[in-house]
């Protein structure tokens, strides 16, 4: 038989030869079967199962989420079959489906055992996250993530083993939920009940700040939370706990209150250290200077602490001696260290009343040595208001010029402090210091003598004027007495004549001058009251007293006849 003859084999030897090569595989569809790796090109794994074609698997299927592929050239894998040679002559593999069906199987049996499982969160989705079980990836609700610490931001949580529990399984629709949540709730029953056994009012406990609020702090016991109220962190007050506490620091916490019905606790931190207003007055003195810090304020009020350990306050009122003192934040700022005087050790409300102010010396004290009533000096303004202005006298007092005292002329004064600016210079007069009360009076039209007094000392009461007519009413005739300095006088129409039948305004006529007499002064309106009246009888009295006597018989019209014919 020659060479070639030898090498050629039937078709059914053929047939025979390929069914023994196959029975010693193990490899199935729609099973796992075990392949070695023959190579890795263009991201596409091929794997030899021991079937007449090998498979390919995208390279992948083989890394776990957000991690690369370690497989290599020569390792066995266990794949998923899913059709052996195909219409194209390939087999069709997955090692995505045999890690899944191989993972499900696990997990399931871990659920039905409520055992706990490992996973690995790789993504943060809306509402929670994503963890990868073995190849299997399910979803950690956010809700479920932690009980005993409160997590600012869960991307501290990814590419970290993580122990779960599998709350609900849906292998039909690939669905996994699962829990941290459950794991430390196990945990801290046994913990919590451990600690109730021990624990008792009195009893000093160390705990983890697990929440801060405006009205306290919430601190995890290991098991039970407690609540430290924001007015027993500190024996001085404080505006909010986070001042001083810090999220998830561990802190010691004494138990004040215990009620083991609810499982409630009240703690205190400033219980731990002795209560300082029991020795208040040993180390702090009225009248005696110490050194406060400033914490806050507010319009009325500058809050203080003394010695770190008591509650300070000053009211607005003993900030300044400026008798309208400004804004505390004007004169102090927060945390600035100021020396205060004790005016009051407040027990029951548990602070001390101090002064800024009385730490210097009474200004109006100086005032009085500086300066008199009467006494001219330039200075500048600090405020205006629609009734007046403020000027600084001297440090931390100040004085008020009214807008009636700006001008003689009351009309000119409005016109006068819509012009005024603050910071402008100004002179003033000293009218009246009362140091007792804390006030002075000054003036501006003081620096100039008043006119209607100057016009009166040169024109006593009864004396005799003229003026001219400037206005006619039905009530009377006002006068123009001075031209310059606008001085003013009315006649009531009751003294335009001393014959009642001439009382009449309109036998008067604008711009006619007139005599008469300054009966008295309108000290409101600064307007003299006239007479022509009073000067008639005046000069009655004068005629008769001349011409005739009261034995005579003779009318004041018969003497008046013969003094006009001679």
């Given at each position: 038989m020659n060479q070639q003859s030898v090498n050629k084999i039937t078709n059914?030897?053929?047939?025979?030869?390929?069914?023994?090569?196959?029975?010693?595989?193990?490899?199935?569809?729609?099973?796992?079967?075990?392949?070695?790796?023959?190579?890795?090109?263009?991201?596409?794994?091929?794997?030899?199962?021991?079937?007449k074609s090998e498979g390919r698997v995208p390279l992948s299927e083989f890394s776990r989420p957000g991690q690369k592929s370690e497989i290599e050239v020569g390792d066995t894998t266990e794949v998923f079959i899913e059709n052996v040679d195909n219409a194209n002559g390939e087999t069709l593999l997955s090692r995505e489906k045999a890690v899944k069906q191989k993972a499900w199987q696990d997990l399931q049996i871990n659920f039905n055992e409520n055992k706990v499982?490992?996973?690995?969160?790789?993504?943060?989705?809306?509402?929670?996250?994503?963890?990868?079980?073995?190849?299997?990836?399910?979803?950690?609700?956010?809700?479920?993530?932690?009980?005993r610490q409160i997590i600012k931001d869960t991307k501290e949580l990814l590419n970290k083993p993580l122990e779960l529990m599998i709350l609900k399984m849906d292998k039909y629709r690939g669905n996994i939920v699962v829990s941290r949540k459950a794991i430390t709730e196990n945990e801290l029953k046994e913990q919590r009940s451990?600690?109730?056994?021990?624990?008792?009012?009195?009893?000093?406990?160390?705990?983890?700040?697990k929440n801060i609020t405006d009205y306290g702090a919430f601190i995890d016991l290991g098991g039970i939370d407690g609540l430290v109220h924001v007015t027993d962190i500190s024996w001085t007050k404080i505006n909010n706990p986070s001042d001083i506490l810090e999220l998830n620091s561990t802190i010691k916490v004494k138990v004040l209150k215990f009620d083991e019905e609810l499982s409630r606790l009240s703690l205190g931190i400033k219980q731990l250290s002795e209560n300082p207003w029991e020795k208040v007055s040993e180390k702090i003195k009225i009248n005696e200077k110490i050194l406060g810090k400033v914490v806050s304020m507010n319009d009325n009020n500058v809050h203080i602490v003394i010695e770190n350990e008591y509650d300070g306050v000053i009211s607005i009122n003993e900030m300044s001696w400026l008798k309208k003192p400004p804004h505390p934040s004007k004169i102090v700022n927060i945390n600035d260290e100021i020396e205060v005087l004790p005016l009051e050790i407040d027990e029951e409300r548990k602070r001390v009343n101090c002064s800024l102010k009385q730490m210097k010396e009474n200004p109006w004290n100086k005032l009085k040595d500086k300066f008199n009533i009467n006494d001219t000096f330039e200075t500048e303004i600090v405020n205006i208001v629609d009734f007046g202005i403020f000027v600084k006298v001297i440090d931390e007092i100040d004085g008020m010029v009214h807008i009636s005292d700006l001008s003689w002329d009351e009309k000119e004064s409005a016109n006068i402090i819509s012009n005024l600016k603050k910071g402008e210079k100004i002179k003033v007069k000293i009218l009246d210091i009362n140091a007792d009360k804390e006030r002075i009076s000054l003036g501006v039209k003081?620096?100039?003598?008043?006119?209607?007094?100057?016009?009166?000392?040169?024109?006593?009461?009864?004396?005799k004027v003229t003026g001219k007519i400037v206005n006619i009413d039905e009530k009377g005739l006002k006068i123009e007495l001075d031209n310059d300095k606008q001085i003013f006088g009315f006649i009531k129409k009751s003294n335009l004549s001393n014959d009642k039948n001439e009382n009449k305004t309109d036998r008067f006529a604008l711009d006619e001058k007139v005599d008469s007499v300054i009966l008295s002064i309108e000290t409101k309106s600064r307007t003299l009251n006239l007479s022509i009246k009073e000067l008639e009888i005046r000069d009655e009295k004068e005629a008769l007293n001349k011409y005739g006597s009261s034995t005579s018989g003779a009318s004041l019209g018969d003497i008046l006849g013969s003094v006009l014919k001679k």
């Open positions: 059914s030897e053929y047939d025979t030869l390929i069914s023994d090569s196959l029975k010693n595989s193990t490899a199935k569809e729609k099973s796992i079967a075990e392949g070695k790796v023959i190579s890795i090109e263009n991201d596409i794994v091929t794997i030899d199962v021991g079937l499982v490992t996973g690995i969160p790789f993504n943060r989705v809306k509402g929670g996250m994503s963890v990868d079980l073995n190849g299997v990836v399910a979803f950690l609700p956010g809700s479920q993530i932690e009980t451990e600690l109730l056994k021990n624990i008792k009012e009195g009893s000093v406990i160390e705990g983890k700040v003081h620096l100039q003598n008043d006119p209607v007094q100057d016009f009166i000392d040169a024109n006593p009461l009864n004396s």
